[in-house]
């Protein structure tokens, strides 16, 4: 099956510097690419995704960027303000007409004010 | 618009007790799914649902059972909990699947504590 690898585990930046966030995946045949954020006692919400035919994407101070060729993709985040500090999941589906998201262990950012 | 709700959302349970987790989504969504997430481990999916009247397992589906009879709810059973169910439980729902060129996003819900003891 999928396996999902994110690193790193724990991230701080100082407000207003950028932060990336990176992981691999290992099913050639993922084709959707989701990224997560879960603030303290919250369900994970959707932040921004990418799909295979896609090599970026970019939602204001948030971008995606997929290497199909090495399965890796990355989150960055530009600008970082303080309310940007929570959980991270990056996610890849289990292949074409699948039904399931496997999900890295998350990365904790921590924006210092 | 509500969303994606869980009830309840704490829950302590000795071993060997039973209880049913309550997942209900208002988006008209085909699709359903129960995850688990521990520390350190991400979410793991349990079991997920393609439509009314269809369960399928997912990647730890071991000691929960589950039920679509509406296609609003989705139903996460522990016939006789155990100390390694303790986990926060989030139910999530889609509109379409990920090949499809359509919504394939998942929509989460704040998540359900449980502690077994």
């Known amino acids: 099956g999928e396996n999902v690898e994110q690193h790193p585990s724990t991230l701080s930046v100082q407000e207003g510097d950028s932060a990336v966030i990176k992981c691999t995946y290992s099913?050639?045949?993922?084709?959707?690419f989701p990224w997560y954020k879960q603030e303290l006692g919250k369900g994970p919400q959707l932040i921004i995704d990418?799909?295979?035919?896609?090599g970026e994407k970019k939602d204001q101070r948030i971008a995606v960027t997929l290497n199909k060729t090495a399965k890796h993709f990355s989150l960055h985040i530009t600008e970082t303000q303080p309310e940007d500090s929570a959980v991270y999941f990056c996610?890849?589906?289990?292949?074409?007409?699948?039904?399931?998201?496997?999900f890295g262990k998350g990365t904790k950012l921590s924006v210092i004010p | 618009n509500a969303g994606v709700t869980q009830t309840p959302k704490f829950r302590v349970l000795k071993t060997g007790q039973s209880m049913t987790l309550l997942c209900a989504q208002d988006?008209?969504?085909?699709?359903m799914y129960w995850y688990r997430q521990d520390p350190g481990m991400g979410l793991r999916l349990i079991h997920y649902?393609?439509?009314?009247?269809?369960?399928a397992k997912g990647e730890v589906p071991d000691g929960y059972n589950v039920s679509r009879l509406k296609k609003q709810n989705f139903l996460l059973g522990l016939e006789s909990a155990a100390p390694s169910q303790t986990s926060v439980y989030f139910c999530?729902?889609?509109?379409?699947?990920?090949?499809?060129?359509?919504?394939?996003?998942?929509?989460f819900g704040p998540g359900t504590r449980l502690t077994v003891t």
């Open positions: 999530a729902s889609s509109y379409s699947i990920f090949g499809s060129p359509k919504r394939p996003e998942q929509y």
């Open positions: 099913d050639s045949a993922s084709n959707y």
């Open positions: 990418i799909r295979s035919n896609v």
């Open positions: 996610a890849a589906s289990s292949g074409a007409g699948s039904y399931q998201l496997t």
């Open positions: 988006m008209n969504h085909e699709y």
């Open positions: 649902s393609v439509g009314e009247g269809t369960t």
